[in-house]
């Protein structure tokens, strides 16, 4: 079975920082890329990065250049966004999502095969 399980969500102060994590299982993790969307309330969902396992190419949104990082553990199936200065813009329900050969298609979020569940983010002002 298939899931894509996130966490590290939560409730943090404008210019703060969170980590969210992003645990695969039932793929084949090292074929896929993992992408990170937001959406929220009342707006369309939202790409935020995504990284490539076989090769570590990263992608990022304009919005979160410079203040979010994306990685990954092969050895955990895991990966991680790291997300610095956070805005009350940057509020939103988080979602990891995998897909296989996205490149400049990451933004996407049809082209995407899995999905999680979501973790919340909010910031406050």
């Known amino acids: 079975e298939v899931q894509l399980v996130e966490s590290g969500g939560g409730l943090v102060q404008a210019g703060g920082s969170l980590k969210l994590s992003c645990a695969a299982s039932?793929?084949?993790?090292?074929?896929?890329?993992i992408g990170w969307f937001r959406q929220a309330p009342g707006k369309e969902r939202e790409g935020v990065s995504c990284?490539?396992?076989?090769?570590?190419?990263?992608y990022y949104s304009d919005s979160v250049k410079s203040r979010f990082t994306i990685s990954s553990d092969s050895a955990k199936n895991t990966v991680y966004l790291q997300m610095n200065s956070l805005k009350p813009e940057d509020t939103a329900v988080y979602f990891c999502?995998?897909?296989?050969?996205?490149?400049?298609?990451?933004?996407?979020?049809?082209?995407?095969?899995?999905w999680g569940q979501g973790t919340q983010v909010t910031v406050s002002s």
């Open positions: 999502a995998a897909g296989r050969g996205l490149g400049s298609s990451w933004e996407i979020h049809h082209e995407y095969d899995y």
């Open positions: 039932g793929f084949t993790f090292d074929d896929y890329d």
């Open positions: 990284i490539s396992i076989s090769d570590d190419s990263t």
